[in-house]
């Protein structure tokens, strides 16, 4: 059974910074992502994270969030700092396995949510 279960949300003030976590349980994934969305939104990407530990940002996270992971564990982290109140979204985790068409979404930036089968029910980041 496949399982993503996000944590570390919640409500923080403009500057200041959060750490979210994904844990992955039921299967080993290769590629990650970090995704967004708030009300009346769509989905969009946050960043991503391959098997090889490559990773790539939206534009407008770049230099203030971070995202890595711990294969051992099977978790996934988003550590975000200068927050802004533009950043205030459910925040979802998503994982596949990896194959040549996703490398290639990889390289040309943060794939779309269609890419990815696996999801986490999201959490909520605040920003005020």
């Known amino acids: 059974h496949v399982q993503l279960v996000e944590s570390g949300g919640g409500s923080a003030l403009a500057g200041g910074s959060v750490r979210l976590s994904c844990a992955a349980s039921?299967?080993?994934?290769?590629?990650y992502g970090w995704f967004r969305q708030a009300p009346g939104q769509e989905r969009e990407g946050v960043a991503a994270?391959?098997?090889?530990?490559?990773?790539t940002y939206a534009d407008s996270v770049k230099g203030r969030f971070t995202i890595s992971r711990d294969n051992a564990n099977n978790t996934l982290w988003l550590e975000m700092s200068s927050l802004k109140e533009d950043d205030s979204a459910t925040y979802y985790c998503?994982?596949?396995?990896?194959?040549?068409?996703?490398?290639?979404?990889?390289?040309?930036?943060?794939?779309?949510?269609?890419?990815?089968?696996?999801w986490g029910r999201g959490t909520q980041v605040t920003v005020s």
């Open positions: 039921g299967y080993t994934f290769n590629t």
């Open positions: 998503a994982a596949e396995t990896s194959s040549p068409l996703l490398t290639a979404l990889l390289a040309l930036g943060i794939p779309s949510p269609g890419a990815f089968t696996n």
């Open positions: 994270i391959d098997s090889d530990g490559s990773t």
